[in-house]
């Protein structure tokens, strides 16, 4: 059974800061992995997908890696904003049914 | 614009009274999820939708069914709410017609409440 792991659970950094977060998954025979984002009491935001072929997706300031051998992802936030405080969300898609396997989250504060 | 929309937002209801959680899509994916979020316990599937009129159970679907008689439709069920369903219900969606995987996008989350 997948399980999905991120730490820390919570994360705080000064305004500036280049910050990783991490995501581990026990299980490597995933179709992809996707990053979210949740801002309090609001929906998930998709932020990056990596396919199981790619090691790297990039969207500004964002860049997620993904290592499959290892069973581990990272999302790598550059100059770091306090509106990017959230609670960032990993999920790995199993395969046949295209479930998404949800980490508990980080929950990042960015301090100005 | 593309987008998964789900009613009511919120909801208070008492033991026993049926509801029904819509969740609509506009971009004609094929695929269509739910999943509750309870604190500590994350994210989990519910029932998830291959196409129309193909569903199947996921992680925790006790409690609750859904139908899939439209493509852009998948409404979740509760025939007699409970207290344990109160939580924050996601519908989501996602594109299969090109054979891999690609990214899901969620709706804005329902907040029930039972009573």
């Known amino acids: 059974k997948q399980e999905v792991t991120q730490i820390p659970a919570a994360l705080s950094v000064p305004e500036g800061e280049n910050l990783v977060l991490n995501c581990s998954f026990t299980d490597s025979a995933i179709y992809n992995l996707q990053w979210f984002r949740q801002d309090p009491g609001k929906g998930l935001t998709s932020l990056l997908l990596i396919q199981s072929s790619q090691r790297e997706q990039t969207s500004g300031r964002l860049n997620a890696s993904l290592d499959k051998s290892s069973g581990r992802s990272t999302l790598y936030i550059a100059a770091s904003q306090p509106g990017d405080s959230a609670t960032y969300l990993c999920?790995?898609?199993?395969?046949?049914?295209?479930?998404?396997?949800f980490g508990k989250g980080t929950k990042l504060t960015v301090n100005p | 614009e593309a987008q998964v929309t789900q009613n009511p937002r919120y909801l208070i209801t008492v033991t026993g009274k049926k509801l029904t959680v819509t969740c609509s899509q506009n971009m004609n994916h094929e695929y269509m999820s739910w999943y509750r979020q309870d604190p500590g316990l994350g994210l989990r599937q519910i029932y998830y939708s291959m196409n129309v009129e193909v569903t199947d159970k996921g992680d925790v679907p006790e409690g609750y069914k859904v139908s899939r008689k439209e493509k852009r439709n998948f409404p979740l069920i509760l025939e007699s709410p409970s207290p344990n369903q109160t939580s924050l219900y996601f519908c989501a969606s996602e594109d299969l017609s090109a054979g891999l995987s690609y990214e899901q996008y969620f709706g804005p989350g329902t907040r029930l409440t039972v009573t």
């Open positions: 999920a790995a898609t199993q395969g046949g049914s295209e479930k998404l396997v």
